[in-house]
Each structure stands twice: as C-alpha cells, then as structure tokens.
C-alpha cells in the first residue's frame, strides 16, 4: 500500500547545481502533478501529465522540467537550483478531470 | 489574483465543538471542490468533496457546504477531536471545462484545544 513514494525525502544543493526528484505511484493513475509548497502560499502546481509520454505547464514550471517516460514514473527536474527554489516539494497521482489526488509524503530542497 | 482563498490562516476550536473552516473562490469555471488535511512532515491527504450539483455533501464527521451563488464553500467538524489539528486546504478545479488542474488555497491551521 504505497501509494505515492517520493525520493529524495530531504536535499541541500548549492547554487547552479542539478537534481532530479522521482516520484512513483503504484495506483495506476493516469494523471500525475507536481506541487511546491512555500509558507503562507499553498500549494502551487508546477508541472502535470495527463498520462505517460505527456506533460503539460501548470502555474509556475520556470525553471523546472519533467519528464514521464513511464507510466508510473513522474520525474521533476532542476537544471541549475536557484535560492527561490526552495520548498517543499509534493508529487500526487489520481483519477484526473480535477477530481482527488493522492499526495507523496513531499520533498524538502534547500538551495544554498 | 488569488482565485481560492481562505481567509483565516488559523483557528481555535475546544474539543467537542464545531469546528467551521471557510474558503472562497473567484473563477466561476469552478465545479468541483475538495478539501484536505496536512499534517507536518507528512502530504496532504483528501478529506471530503463537493460537486457544484449540490450543496451539501456529508462524511461522518466532516460535512462540506457549498454556495454557489456567494462563490463560497464551508467545511465543518463535528465534534472536533485533538486528532482532528491540522493544516486545512480547500482545493478547486474545472473539470467540466476540460482542466485537469487543482488550485489551492493557503490554508487555515485548525487547533482543537483539548
């Protein structure tokens, strides 16, 4: 009964380094999302896909890209980690069309 | 433009009694309400959902009210429990216009004294 597994659970990057945050789900959900979430600011969605091979722009993606190569896979990718992205980041894969998510346990990126 | 807001960023409630958590919203696309509950360290979990179709949808516990006409929806809790502490965040969407986004609000921390 995993769910949504996240990894890493906690980074430190300095800044202008890369890193990739794998999400995976064992629920067959279509649709994945990826969310950050800053004090006082909810959670805002960066990138999403509506199933494998797809990706699609959310709220804020500047400065990140994703990648779903597999259908149970959603990776979110920082090319070069700037201060203003840290956060904490949340995967979540459901049903789609808007309806309930099933979250991740989230990741905590420090950029230095 | 916020376009889901809750404009209490936290309450107090004692234990055995209502717990009322508010949330509004602008974008007239939305159709679909959700709420979920954050604990630290750990992801939100889905609490409780509405559909524009109704106004009222009951759990337990939990039972979300919706008011189309004012753009505003509530959550209660009765009776709230010290379990029930947590980070509350109302979620929207428009599926029937095609979008596969949740938009969240900022959440209202719920203290249930015990």
């Known amino acids: 009964n995993a769910g949504v597994t996240q990894t890493p659970k906690f980074r430190v990057l300095k800044t202008g380094q890369s890193m990739t945050l794998l999400c995976a789900q064992d629920?067959?959900?279509?649709?994945m999302y990826w969310y950050r979430q800053d004090p006082g600011m909810g959670l805002r969605l960066i990138h999403y896909?509506?199933?494998?091979?797809?990706?699609a722009k959310g709220e804020v993606p500047d400065g990140y890209n994703v990648s779903r190569l597999k259908k149970q896979n959603f990776l979110l990718g920082l090319e070069s980690a700037a201060p203003s992205q840290t956060s904490v980041y949340f995967c979540?894969?459901?049903?789609?069309?808007?309806?309930?998510?099933?979250f991740g346990q989230g990741t905590r990126l420090t950029v230095v | 433009d916020q376009q889901v807001k809750q404009n209490s960023p936290s309450l107090s409630v004692q234990e055995g009694r209502i717990s009322i958590l508010n949330c509004d919203y602008t974008n007239s696309m939305f159709d679909y309400f959700l709420w979920y509950k954050k604990y630290p360290a750990e992801g939100p979990t889905f609490l409780i959902s509405?559909?524009?179709?109704?106004d009222k949808n009951e759990d337990g516990r939990f039972t979300v009210f919706l008011n189309k006409s004012a753009k505003h929806l509530s959550l209660h809790i009765v009776p709230s429990q010290p379990g029930d502490s947590a980070v509350y965040f109302c979620?929207?969407?428009?599926?029937?216009?095609?979008?596969?986004?949740?938009?969240f609000g900022k959440g209202t921390k719920l203290s249930v004294i015990p």
């Open positions: 979620a929207a969407s428009a599926p029937g216009a095609g979008s596969y986004q949740l938009t």
């Open positions: 629920m067959n959900h279509e649709y």
């Open positions: 979540a894969a459901g049903l789609g069309l808007g309806t309930e998510a099933f």
């Open positions: 896909s509506v199933g494998e091979g797809t990706t």
């Open positions: 509405i559909s524009s179709i109704k």
